[in-house]
């Protein structure tokens, strides 16, 4: 067997579209990408943004180094456009009108497509120079759009994932989109079925279902820390689709119950200064905690010292709700009992009572009730850790759902040929 043999994706080289990178709440998008590379895959990375943040995951720092980053306007980016205008006039103008027009019904969209044509063309222009077999898009906005454009330019099928708000909210040009893909991902069965409602049938039947997934190899927790308070984790960006009200308002509840805990937020957003003032006003001070972003391995060390993760996920004012949430994932692989909420497709990874607890969206009381149960029940914390594990084993392992995407690209290479 030759040294490329057995190796899924020998020389076949993947461009990856984000949004932002490297952004440290996407490491669903990261561990994909480092997946595929252990698969054979040549994976470059075009951002339409550079993220800068605070914290950078160490492995991300390879991939950052060879990114293509650009400004949204440049030399190069301007020679782009004069590149296609000359060698596919058509292709360049007829593919700019399309685009206008498709996004046309939504001003968030139209403002997308004029900032980004330009670099999308940029793009279409590298990948053909790198050699780029295919392009593999993350949302179903923005990048899915620039993947279309680079793929209407320079002939490389592409595909997307869509996960949650990027499909929930607007669904301005989606069929349109999908009918351009080689396929189309979504991260569950529900999100399927929103793409059947929302864009027709002939769109749903282009979809494949492939869960963003967990590692598998994450140890399992050696035993609960000692600790004399029931020690709470919920690492989620501070933005009202994580629900964030509802668990302090559980917090108070508990508090109030007299039962003896921490709780940690892990994680930033718009409504860190909104969350800070409601926990003083609370009186929460002395239960709950503000840690900011962390690495993703010191959010693994939070999760092997906790009794608990909860995510109360709701579906916020402008229609926004979850895929199904890597950290849920990851803290099942664990071994961590989980309490969450039962919207979107989360059902679809925690079965109520066998790999964790879900409480209606929003319930605070609920919400307490589930945490107090896990509080006063080692053993049950315990069965429900083992069935978490098992259930991200099965059917949600990070590098089973990598496999399948690159079968899937695989497949749409061989159709072409």
Not at 135 to 145: E, G, I, R, S, T
Request: some cysteine; aromatic content about 6%; overall charge positive.
């Amino acid at each position: 067997m030759g040294p490329d043999q057995g190796r899924l994706g020998a020389r076949v080289r993947v461009a990856y579209v984000m949004s932002r990178f490297p952004k440290v709440t996407e490491t669903f998008v990261l561990f994909e990408m480092l997946a595929l590379e252990e698969l054979g895959f040549e994976v470059e990375v075009f951002p339409l943004l550079r993220e800068h943040e605070r914290v950078v995951h160490a492995e991300a720092r390879v991939l950052v180094e060879r990114a293509h980053y650009c400004s949204l306007f440049s030399w190069r980016v301007l020679a782009a456009q004069l590149h296609w205008l000359a060698r596919r006039p058509v292709a360049y103008l007829g593919t700019l009108a399309a685009v206008l027009a498709r996004t046309l019904p939504s001003p968030n969209y139209l403002a997308g497509a004029l900032a980004f044509f330009p670099k999308s063309a940029l793009f279409a222009r590298e990948m053909r120079a790198a050699g780029v077999q295919h392009v593999h898009a993350h949302f179903a906005n923005h990048p899915a759009l620039a993947a279309l454009i680079a793929h209407r330019l320079a002939g490389i099928p592409f595909s997307f994932t869509a996960h949650g708000s990027d499909l929930h909210v607007d669904q301005t040009a989606l069929a349109w989109k999908i009918a351009g893909s080689a396929f189309a991902v979504t991260v569950s069965e529900y999100n399927r079925e929103f793409v059947r409602e929302r864009a027709g049938a002939a769109a749903a039947e282009k979809v494949r279902v492939i869960h963003c997934g967990a590692d598998a190899r994450i140890a399992v927790r050696a035993g609960e820390a000692a600790s004399d308070a029931f020690e709470i984790l919920c690492v989620a960006a501070l933005r009202e689709v994580k629900g964030h009200r509802h668990l302090l308002d559980a917090c108070v509840l508990l508090r109030d119950a007299g039962l003896r805990f921490r709780c940690d937020l892990v994680g930033s957003g718009e409504l860190e200064r909104e969350i800070r003032a409601r926990i003083e006003a609370a009186g929460l001070g002395a239960h709950v905690r503000l840690l900011g972003p962390l690495s993703h391995d010191d959010v693994l060390a939070r999760m092997r010292a906790a009794h608990a993760l909860v995510l109360p996920s709701v579906l916020d004012r402008d229609g926004r709700r979850e895929g199904i949430p890597v950290t849920l994932m990851e803290a099942m692989a664990c071994g961590l009992p989980v309490v969450t909420s039962r919207i979107s497709g989360i059902p679809e990874l925690v079965e109520d009572g066998r790999s964790g607890l879900l409480a209606p969206p929003g319930d605070a009381r609920a919400l307490a009730d589930a945490l107090r149960r896990l509080a006063d029940s080692p053993a049950l914390r315990a069965e429900l850790g083992r069935g978490a594990r098992q259930q991200v084993e099965r059917d949600f392992d990070l590098r089973a759902g990598a496999r399948r995407l690159g079968e899937e690209i695989l497949r749409a290479r061989a159709a072409r040929t």
